[in-house]
């Protein structure tokens, strides 16, 4: 439905010089779903023309459109126009101004040349998902159109403003960006990008060629498209970070240069080839911090044809505080799965991590699987406790993991991981991880402890001597952030040791803190004659759970109260029996940790 | 077709099913007013004064009051067998006052991590950018009154808290020992968020409209 309301019409007669003028005055006008209000057309057969319209309403904007077409000089019959101006400014948008050469020999043959563009846009949809702010666009461009053959150049740049495209904010005045574009169809259905580069030389510049549909260009396409990243440090920020948000790999850190090379064919990824040297990348989310790392990985989604092979190698690693030398991966993709091609050695201090074997299959999808086999070359503790911050104790890791599975968003470890360390044997059985990549990842093991020389432990962990033999037992154990959150744990003097059973006063003063209660009980009196004494047995047992640990001793304390922790032999004889059953585990471990508190304890 | 013939398949039908269910955790129910009650709590301690204080004493009707079983066994037989297992078992049914466990050190953790983020989102929520959604999590309501430059970092605190939730919601499922029972809690919490929400902020009804409460 149209309806045209006549407002004016002028018609001037032939004038001086035999030139015609009309002007047309419309009060409103509606085409399909665009109306117009103060339209006005002036046309001189010899002079400029002019169109204006004053309330022009697009759908789409909240806001009308303020539209002015100028015309200086037309030649017809030849219907062309140089350098005629079309303006358009809006609230909705701001403005744009083009200054256009039209020369339109029929509706089929037609040249349209942008002379220049001005547009500063000031743009926000409604979803927020597309904004931008001050947005200045200057280029040119030149359509020309024979039948249904048309081919298209166009140059735009970008020197200043804001745009935001979600997830990505971009400030052009601090990167600049130029596009250009050259694109020809032969019949109007397929388009020929014969080159699209969008290039921000302090960021990344990207090259695009391939053929579209001009029907459906986002779902039937085949595109090349080459990424040369230049500054991987704010494209990490701006790029990067963003695409990443909500998980734990959202604070990714790198620096350096990287390059992807692509091919795109109907909303699928078919090849993917990228290279990248980064002096330095870190992923908080995961502890890892690397110097030097340089890749090459190759990918295609054919997998009947193997990718070439891949590399990824680097200077120094750091995971967590544990330094990690220079590794170098020989990989190949194939489809959806990922194999070590050699053996790879990962040196971690004085030992390393030999992985023999390691095949991912099903990458991304809940059935992902891994075929993994790696063996530990003796670490040396002292230095790993260095690096960890822990007491100075020596000894050494060792052991292999024969193979992991993953399900139910856990990392299963076979196998058994063992360090000689204090004289005895550490093992760590049933290792996982779970929800490795969610919000929280949990460690889960099992760790049995044999013949440890309780005096090596006890002048590592500067706890009073004690001299004589200590196994351990923890099942069940779950750590958050290296935290213990549940575990049964029993330790206890080595049932068949005939060594030395001998415990300072330091240390019963210690212990007795473990049990709620006091110290420097000994150090009075007739027992401060005695710098140590002999003891028959220890054991301590904890059952954490929801932050509290039950605790118990070697056997029921005197008169089925408490729990005996040391057990005394001999005279004088010392027994140390604990009451507090129930006790915070925060506080425990706080308590360990600065030794010396009060409560009521029980010294015979 | 003999067993039929001579009545003996009731009673070994009976006696299989019995045999059967009885290896099948049977009669769990959804706990659904202890289940508001500790998204009350957590909600509490996540939003600290900042949520509505008690206004509305009565807590809404409890959503699944009387119990609705998560799963039923309509075949008649069965019925008649669970009967007499209940019957035989009757402590095969979950606790007269069912609870719910919120004390895991995952729960505890995650709640706070989001008790951290709150001071970041509050102002967010009070001034309307971010909203509460109908299905138990954050939205961004109006993301035009937030700067061009600014967009991200509000997309990240609503993706992270995100994040955040619905590890809270597994993880109290999980530690009921009932992992499917993940969908419901997230439906009980997107409730309770709204209910204590403090005036002003914006909550989506069920059909997705913004509303300011």
């Not at chain 1, 002028?10 to 103060?38: M, Q, R």
């Not at chain 1, 921000?200 to 040369?228: E, F, K, M, N």
């Not at chain 1, 402890?449 to 037992?473: P, V």
């Not at chain 2, 900042?50 to 959503?63: F, I, N």
């Amino acid at each position: 439905m149209r309806t045209l309301l006549l407002i004016g019409l002028w018609l001037l007669g032939p004038t001086a010089y035999g030139a015609t003028s009309v002007t047309l005055a419309i009060g409103h006008v509606e085409a399909g779903p665009v109306d117009a209000d103060h339209v006005e057309l002036q046309w001189r057969s010899d002079g400029p023309q002019q169109l204006r319209a004053a309330r022009l309403r697009v759908p789409g904007l909240d806001q009308p459109v303020r539209l002015t077409a100028r015309c200086p000089q037309a030649a017809t019959p030849r219907l062309s126009c140089r350098d005629a101006s079309l303006a358009l400014s809006s609230e909705a948008f701001g403005s744009i101004d083009t200054r256009v050469d039209v020369d339109l020999a029929t509706a089929q043959q037609l040249t349209l040349r942008l002379r220049a563009l001005d547009a500063r846009l000031s743009y926000n949809r409604a979803d927020g998902r597309l904004a931008t702010d001050a947005l200045r666009i200057t280029g040119t461009a030149t359509l020309r159109r024979n039948g249904n053959a048309w081919a298209l150049d166009a140059e735009l740049r970008s020197p200043s403003g804001q745009a935001y495209a979600e997830p990505i904010f971009m400030d052009f005045g601090e990167h600049p960006a130029t596009l250009s574009l050259r694109a020809t169809s032969r019949d109007s259905r397929r388009i020929a990008i014969g080159a699209l580069d969008w290039s921000q030389p302090t960021l990344a510049d990207v090259h695009v060629s391939g053929d579209i549909d001009a029907a459906a260009p986002l779902q039937r396409h085949a595109l090349d498209l080459h990424i040369v990243g230049h500054a991987l440090e704010p494209l990490a920020r701006l790029a990067v970070q963003p695409l990443l948000a909500g998980t734990r790999l959202q604070q990714f850190e790198a620096t350096g240069t990287a390059r992807i090379d692509a091919a795109l064919a109907d909303r699928r990824l078919r090849r993917v080839a990228t290279r990248f040297d980064l002096s330095s990348a870190r992923l908080p989310g995961f502890g890892l911090a690397a110097d030097g790392l340089h890749g090459a990985l190759t990918w295609q989604e054919d997998a009947d044809a193997p990718a070439p092979d891949s590399e990824l190698r680097w200077d120094a690693l750091r995971v967590g505080r544990i330094p990690v030398g220079t590794t170098r991966m020989r990989l190949r993709t194939q489809g959806r799965s990922l194999s070590l091609l050699e053996p790879a050695r990962i040196p971690v201090l004085d030992g390393a991590i030999d992985i023999d074997t390691l095949r991912l299959a099903d990458i991304g999808d809940d059935a992902m699987s891994a075929d993994f086999a790696a063996r530990i070359e003796p670490i040396d503790l002292g230095q790993l406790a260095q690096a960890l911050d822990w007491p100075a104790f020596g000894g050494s890791v060792s052991g292999a993991v024969p193979g992991l599975t993953l399900r139910d968003r856990r990392i299963e470890l076979d196998g058994v991981l063992r360090a000689d360390a204090f004289d005895g044997r550490i093992e760590l059985s049933r290792l996982s991880i779970i929800d490795p990549f969610g919000v929280l990842p949990r460690v889960r093991t099992d760790i049995t402890l044999r013949r440890l020389d309780l005096a090596r432990l006890t002048g590592a962990f500067d706890f009073g001597r004690i001299e004589g033999r200590l196994d351990g037992d923890v099942t069940g154990l779950r750590m958050i952030g290296w935290e213990p959150v549940a575990m049964h744990a029993r330790l206890y003097s080595t049932p068949d040791d005939r060594s030395r059973h001998r415990i300072s006063q330091r240390a019963i003063d210690n212990i007795s803190s473990i049990g709620g209660g006091p110290t420097g009980l000994l150090s009075k009196g007739f027992m401060s004659l005695f710098e140590d004494f002999a003891y028959d047995r220890i054991g301590w047992s904890c059952v954490l759970e929801n932050g509290v640990c039950r605790m118990n001793g070697v056997k029921p304390g005197p008169g089925g109260r408490g729990y005996v922790l040391v057990k005394g032999k001999g005279l004088p004889r010392i027994d140390v029996v604990g009451y507090s059953t129930e006790v915070n585990w925060r506080t425990f471990m706080a308590q360990l940790r600065s030794v010396g508190n009060s409560g009521p304890a029980q010294v015979r | 077709m003999d067993l039929f013939r001579h009545g003996m398949f009731g009673p070994l039908l009976t006696g299989a099913a019995i045999a059967t269910t009885a290896c099948v955790t049977i009669n769990v129910y959804f706990p659904a007013a202890a289940a508001e009650k500790a998204a009350d709590r957590i909600i509490e301690d996540v939003w600290g004064a900042a949520g509505e204080a008690p206004a509305q004493p009565a807590p809404t009707p409890p959503v699944g009051t009387p119990p609705t079983p998560t799963s039923s066994l309509d075949d008649a037989a069965l019925r008649a067998a669970m009967a007499l297992l209940d019957a035989l078992v009757p402590a095969a049914h979950a606790a007269d006052a069912p609870n719910i466990d919120i004390s895991s050190p995952e729960i505890t953790r995650i709640k706070t991590q989001m008790e951290r983020r709150f001071a970041e989102l509050r102002p967010q929520l009070d001034a309307g950018v971010i909203g509460l959604s109908a299905d138990g999590f954050i939205a961004v309501r109006d993301p035009a009154a937030v700067p061009l430059a600014q967009r991200n970092t509000v997309r990240t605190l609503v993706a992270n808290e995100n994040a955040d939730r619905a590890a809270l919601y597994r993880e109290i499922a999980t530690a009921n020992g009932q992992p499917q029972w993940e969908a419901q809690i997230r439906e009980v919490f997107a409730g309770r968020w709204i209910a204590k929400a403090a005036s002003g902020w914006w909550y989506q009804d069920a059909a997705g409209g913004w509303k300011r409460k």
